[in-house]
């Protein structure tokens, strides 16, 4: 696949993260992700970036619960990062189509998981009624016994998406609300244009 992000506006997503990460952020990682169902009623999480590179911005998650359903029903999605503690508070907000991320990047990062993790993974059917806590527990000890002793596989409907941007602001903050705002956007030929909105 082509590299879809410009580099100069990977390197300012990149330069910021860092800041965030030297500023205390309790969880850089953390973005708002908001979807929509077939019918286009929206919906918003907090999840966790899990990787990002010119392609655009991933993450994991049950293929079939509530979100994984969103966002193969609509696949576009919109990001939100909020770092308050670097300069005077920073936003990015990417907008853009979502695809799933391929088998094999999907099966290294579930690699990676701590093993609890990997286990809740196969034990939880994400976003489905649960009687009791006790239940899932259960479920848990069932996937532990399973696979003790040896390597917990991917489940075949848990992996990956990515968020393809099609568009991405950097919001700075400013006193009085004056802030400052630029607009990336990528047009149809591919191309990146940049320019400043009102506060």
């Known amino acids: 696949m082509t590299d879809l992000l410009a580099p100069d506006l990977l390197a300012t997503f990149d330069a910021l993260f860092a800041e965030a990460e030297a500023a205390g952020e309790p969880d850089p990682t953390a973005m708002t992700l908001a979807s929509a169902d077939a019918g286009g009623r929206p919906a918003a999480r907090t999840v966790l970036l899990k990787a990002h590179d010119a392609r655009g911005f991933v993450l994991y998650t049950h293929l079939d619960g509530r979100k994984g359903r969103e966002l ?14 670097v300069r005077d508070g920073v936003q990015v907000r990417i907008e853009g189509d979502v695809e799933i991320v391929a088998d094999d990047e999907a099966d290294a990062y579930f690699a990676s998981r701590p093993r609890g993790s990997q286990v809740g993974a196969w034990a939880s059917l994400q976003s489905e009624t649960l009687a009791s806590r006790d239940t899932f527990e259960v479920r848990i000890a069932r996937f532990e016994q399973e696979f003790e002793g040896r390597e917990v596989p991917r489940p075949p409907r848990w992996g990956g998406f990515r968020v393809i941007p099609r568009a991405v602001e950097f919001w700075y903050g400013a006193q009085y609300r004056l802030h400052e705002r630029w607009l990336h956007e990528r047009g149809a030929d591919g191309t990146w244009s940049k320019r400043m909105l009102y506060p």
């Open 72 to 85: 193969q029903a609509n696949p576009q999605a919109a990001l939100l990062f909020h770092w308050p503690r």
